[in-house]
């Protein structure tokens, strides 16, 4: 993963690898159609930022079987 790489592609790379790796994504990129775009990638949540501390808990709860 090159450093100047953004989260989205990070995770791509990463799912390309190992696509069962359970990925819960934060982003300051609240729009709609931008915050579906890792879900449709693979990632198993997407938390907004700023977020609820309480958020965070539940969303890797989701993504882990």
Do not use: N, Y
């Not at 915050?35 to 990632?43: H, M, Q, V, Y």
């Not at 198993?44 to 882990?64: G, H, M, S, T």
Request: proline share 12%; charged share 25%.
């Amino acid at each position: 993963m090159a450093p100047e790489q953004d989260g989205r592609g990070a995770l791509r790379e990463l799912l390309a690898a190992r696509p069962q790796t359970p990925v819960v994504l934060c982003s300051a990129l609240g729009q709609e159609a931008s915050a579906l775009e890792p879900i449709e990638t693979g990632a198993k949540d997407l938390v907004v930022e700023p977020f609820q501390p309480e958020r965070v808990p539940d969303a890797v709860a989701r993504a882990l079987p």
